[in-house]
């Protein structure tokens, strides 16, 4: 057969193949993608945007078989920005789904959108936990964590390992952070401790100083979360009010992230937070991730980064559930709520029938290794539901975690 004959038959055969595909697949998977990329916490939608696009890198920007479209677009951490660019994203973009988003109050916005207009929003960071208990609709699926999630083992935890009875609280002043601390002083109480103070420090305050020089003294700890450009700063603030070697620092969640931690300074050191995530996990395919986000961006991965570049993973999951059909967005969806990944970079994750998933929560303590600052695990709770150990149907009776609930009785 000649050259020219063999590659006529090879278009022949190409064109036979082309015709028989259906249309959908021979299009882009569309994604739209929302995060806050100026605005109150911009490092963190960069390292949303860094964790997914890592994961769609090393798989040839394709998902079963069909090459992914990723639009990006930021909302300025500005809730009514982040609805009119979920109507771009549908209107005119015509997505097949809507990921991202940091902050509770933006995401709280957007889920009633995606409801309405009928479209998969996953939610990999936005840990508000009405997101999936009292306010959870049809098409939102999480694959990060409620703010109280952590808290709740913690509370136990710090209550019989470290034998505190009475501590304080200092918070930012918003919902995440009601949240961190309502879970934590529930099950601290109720496994004997006491909390004795809730201060609350407004979101937009970085200088926490006068707020530090209110902590109360007889206290045994100090339970913090500071989040946003107070993060940084908290650390040495606390040990420059003196605090340091009086009180120990205990944190809820993100207070020593990753995110923030390299460049906090040796004031860190000691520090206990709760969390689904520690870049300093003790297995191989944690490090060998590491290792290759650090070559790849030039610094540790928080876990910004991972709860996004396992989202993408659990995309793709489901998109080779439904044979790569994500048009289907009912098949899609409910593949989207039946992804199990028992060996996620940050331990098994399936979700429950709320919507969120059941995964570790790890116990870390700053520790410096080999120059640098990480979260080494010191404890592992197996499979923690965002209900912790309380029947669902009774746990959504309850309030929710707000700034006066649950009430301080023992300040």
Known sequence: MSRRTLAAVLVVLVLAFAAGEPTWAQKPIKIGFMVGLTGLAPQVGKDMVDGFKMYLDEHGNQMAGRKVELIVEDNQGRPEVAVNKLRKFVESDNVDMVVGEAFAHIALALAPKANDYQIPYVIPVAASDDLTQRQRVKWAVRTGWTSSQPSHPFGEWVAKN?????????????????????????TFEESGGQVVQKLWVPLNVADWAPYL???????????????????????????????????????????????????????????????MYS?????????????????????????????????????ETAAKAVGGKVEDREAFLTALKKVELPDALRGPIKLDAYGNPLQNIYIRKVEKKNGELQNTVVF???????????????????PAYTRDYPPCKYC
């Open 213 to 275: 020089s209110q902590i109360r003294r007889d206290a045994d700890a100090v339970f913090a979360l500071a989040v946003a450009a107070a993060q940084l700063r908290f650390p040495k603030q606390y040990e420059d009010a003196g605090l340091k070697g009086r009180l120990p620092l205990i944190g809820g969640a993100v207070t020593f992230d990753e995110s923030a931690l390299p460049r906090m300074g040796d004031e860190a050191i000691g520090g206990i937070s709760p969390l």
């Open 380 to 398: 592992t709770y197996p499979a923690v539901s965002q209900f912790w150990k309380w029947n669902p149907e009774e746990y959504l009776k309850q």
């Open 162 to 186: 470290l034998k505190y009875k009475r501590v304080a609280t200092i918070a930012a002043d918003y919902a995440f952070g009601w949240e961190v601390v309502g879970g934590f002083q529930r």
């Open 279 to 315: 870049a300093a996990l003790d297995t191989l395919a944690m490090r060998e991730w590491v290792k290759v986000y650090k070559a790849k961006f030039g610094k540790v991965p928080s876990y910004y980064s991972e709860t996004c570049y396992t989202t993408a993973r659990w995309i």
